[in-house]
């Protein structure tokens, strides 16, 4: 098991490294913010003073050492438009982001499991024709579509829900709702295909031979074998949810780590969106990380095969 782990921690190191290379080179090449930071009546010399006191004059590939060397420290720099600490921007912003996704998620899981075992328990019946059609809706709807929809229906007509912005409970529902119908419906698949996968293998024959009831045969056996699908597809959609929030914030204009980017890139404040980025390449490595331990946990011929 150890081996395995180290093996799996050195890959993601790998990736970091790579995905911090790549950050740093495809950011500059977006253009030089210090034209941003000006005034119209700046002189050149005041461009080059600025430039100067940024470091943006010194070589790429000494900015790109002082970058990795920084990186390891954990020091992800000052913005350059708003001259504070990108770790403080970031830590302000993210418990925002991390419930919307905590609320997206549980819509997501919430719904598209119990549906998914719905499709494949009752396949050949109208209710799953019904559920079918409404996996089909919310995979189809993009989400700025699907966000619009739910302001107007529940916020504007009904007046239910408050149509934006941060607050109470009530704020969290709709932009929760818009950024998890996408990811349920991809629940809901996975987890039909994987339950009719098993479903028709040997030892559920044998133990519907015996009189097994389908009910106590599907939670009993077959759920944990048709886990190890909907494992992979929950570590994938929590690194989407959080990627998704980009959009959903926006229409929302809800204050988490997406709508900061996306003024950060508006304004090419390399830094904060360099430490964004980052933060979610981190989060998406570290999650099929921990994918990879629970496939152990849950199938024990993994564990087998991880100790060989």
């Given at each position: 098991?150890?081996?395995?782990?180290?093996?799996?921690?050195?890959?993601?190191?790998?990736?970091?490294?790579?995905?911090?290379?790549?950050?740093?080179?495809?950011?500059?090449?977006?253009?030089?913010?210090?034209?941003?930071?000006?005034?119209?009546?700046?002189?050149?010399?005041?461009?080059?003073?600025?430039?100067?006191?940024?470091?943006?004059?010194?070589?790429?590939?000494?900015?790109?050492?002082?970058?990795?060397?920084?990186?390891?420290?954990?020091?992800?720099?000052?913005?350059?438009?708003?001259?504070?600490?990108?770790?403080?921007?970031?830590?302000?912003?993210?418990?925002?982001?991390?419930?919307?996704?905590?609320?997206?998620?549980?819509?997501?899981?919430?719904?598209?499991?119990?549906?998914?075992?719905?499709?494949?328990?009752?396949?050949?019946?109208?209710?799953a024709k019904v559920a079918t059609g409404?996996?089909?809706?919310?995979?189809?709807?993009?989400?700025?579509?699907?966000?619009?929809?739910?302001?107007?229906?529940?916020?504007?007509?009904?007046?239910?829900?408050?149509?934006?912005?941060?607050?109470?409970?009530?704020?969290?529902?709709?932009?929760?709702?818009?950024?998890?119908?996408?990811?349920?419906?991809?629940?809901?698949?996975?987890?039909?295909?994987?339950?009719?996968?098993?479903?028709?293998?040997?030892?559920?024959?044998?133990?519907?031979?015996?009189?097994?009831?389908?009910?106590?045969?599907?939670?009993?056996?077959?759920?944990?074998?048709?886990?190890?699908?909907?494992?992979?597809?929950?570590?994938?959609?929590?690194?989407?949810?959080?990627?998704?929030?980009?959009?959903?914030?926006?229409?929302?204009?809800?204050?988490?780590?997406?709508?900061?980017?996306?003024?950060?890139?508006?304004?090419?404040?390399?830094?904060?969106?360099?430490?964004?980025?980052?933060?979610?390449?981190?989060?998406?490595?570290?999650?099929?990380?921990?994918?990879?331990?629970?496939?152990?946990?849950?199938d024990p011929r993994i564990r087998l095969?991880?100790?060989?």
């Open positions: 098991m150890w081996p395995f782990l180290l093996r799996r921690v050195g890959q993601a190191l790998v990736t970091m490294f790579g995905v911090a290379t790549l950050i740093f080179f495809i950011q500059r090449l977006t253009g030089d913010p210090t034209y941003l930071l000006v005034p119209e009546t700046a002189t050149r010399e005041d461009i080059a003073a600025l430039r100067h006191s940024l470091g943006f004059d010194r070589p790429l590939v000494v900015q790109y050492l002082e970058f990795l060397a920084n990186l390891v420290r954990f020091d992800l720099g000052r913005s350059i438009v708003q001259n504070v600490p990108v770790v403080t921007i970031i830590a302000s912003r993210l418990p925002y982001t991390l419930a919307l996704a905590a609320g997206a998620l549980v819509v997501a899981c919430g719904l598209g499991i119990p549906i998914g075992i719905l499709l494949a328990q009752f396949r050949d019946r109208p209710i409404f996996v089909l809706a919310a995979q189809s709807m993009p989400t700025f579509w699907s966000g619009i929809l739910l302001i107007l229906v529940f916020a504007i007509a009904l007046g239910w829900l408050p149509p934006s912005s941060s607050g109470d409970f009530s704020h969290l529902i709709l932009p929760s709702v818009t950024l998890g119908l996408l990811s349920m419906a991809t629940f809901a698949r996975i987890t039909r295909t994987s339950l009719l996968d098993e479903l028709s293998k040997d030892y559920v024959r044998t133990a519907r031979a015996r009189g097994v009831r389908t009910s106590r045969l599907l939670w009993r056996h077959v759920a944990r074998n048709a886990a190890i699908p909907v494992i992979t597809v929950a570590a994938l959609e929590i690194s989407n949810l959080l990627a998704g929030a980009v959009i959903v914030e926006t229409v929302f204009a809800w204050p988490g780590l997406g709508q900061v980017t996306v003024q950060s890139i508006l304004a090419r404040d390399f830094l904060i969106v360099q430490g964004v980025v980052l933060l979610g390449s981190f989060v998406t490595v570290a999650l099929n990380l921990l994918a990879d331990i629970l496939y152990s946990v849950v095969e991880v100790a060989r």
